[in-house]
């Protein structure tokens, strides 16, 4: 079936660095969406992409749809406590929506 | 715009019992989307409902249903608990379903 592989699965860092992610698939998607997910929340959607090729930033955070349509990854910039969190990336394809695990991010203090 | 709201957010059954949990979509949304969210497993889809049909389903057992009204609010329905239904879970909505998704707080379940 189809899937997404969400890597790091977790990440340490200290405060001020720069984080990336990343999703790869086997197959193609037309959409990739990046959420984050705070503890008992539901995930919040961060960035849409549409195109292959599409850089889209969105404050601090920047994210990118594959040429080959079949990987994005999210880039956060600067990281400061509040980005803690589970960052989600979702592809769409066939009129479905698939999720990676995952990527939780911790700041060292 | 109000967002997605799901009632209960928490909710303590036993084995056995069964559920039901309720999502109101975004206004004009006519698409919502249930997952069920643990640990291990992370996101776990297991249906979408569009216009009062179920359009999708994941791979679940028939023990987990639902259906959406036609003011667009769904219902999921569990059946039969048992201990590894404990669980977040999730609902999103969207225009259409194949387009940005937009999640609830989600119920938090948890099966004695």
């Known amino acids: 079936g189809q899937q997404l592989n969400q890597s790091p699965q977790s990440m340490f860092i200290q405060e001020g660095e720069d984080v990336s992610m990343n999703c790869t698939s086997s197959s193609i998607f037309n959409t990739w969406l990046w959420y984050k997910q705070d503890p008992g929340e539901g995930p919040v959607l961060l960035i849409a992409l549409y195109k292959a090729g599409e850089l889209t930033s969105n404050g601090r955070l920047t994210a990118q749809f594959g040429i080959t349509r079949k990987d994005s990854f999210l880039n956060i910039s600067a990281s400061i406590p509040s980005d803690v969190g589970i960052y989600f990336c979702?592809?769409?394809?066939?009129?479905?929506?698939?999720f990676g695990k995952g990527t939780r991010l911790h700041i060292l203090p | 715009k109000a967002g997605v709201t799901q009632t209960p957010r928490y909710l303590i059954k036993t084995r056995g019992q069964q559920v039901t949990l309720s999502c109101s979509p975004i206004?004009?949304?006519?698409?919502v989307s249930w997952y069920q969210q643990t640990p291990g497993q992370g996101l776990q889809f297991l249906f979408e409902?569009?216009?009062?049909?179920?359009?999708n389903k994941g791979n679940f057992p028939g023990r987990f249903s639902g259906r959406q009204f036609s003011n667009s609010r769904s219902e999921m329905n569990v059946s039969t608990l048992e201990l590894g239904d404990s669980a977040l879970y999730l609902c999103?909505?969207?225009?259409?379903?194949?387009?940005?998704?937009?999640f609830g707080p989600g119920t938090r379940l948890t099966v004695l």
């Open positions: 206004s004009g949304h006519r698409s």
């Open positions: 979702a592809g769409n394809r066939d009129d479905k929506i698939i």
């Open positions: 409902y569009f216009s009062e049909t179920q359009r």
């Open positions: 999103a909505s969207s225009l259409y379903g194949e387009d940005e998704q937009f």
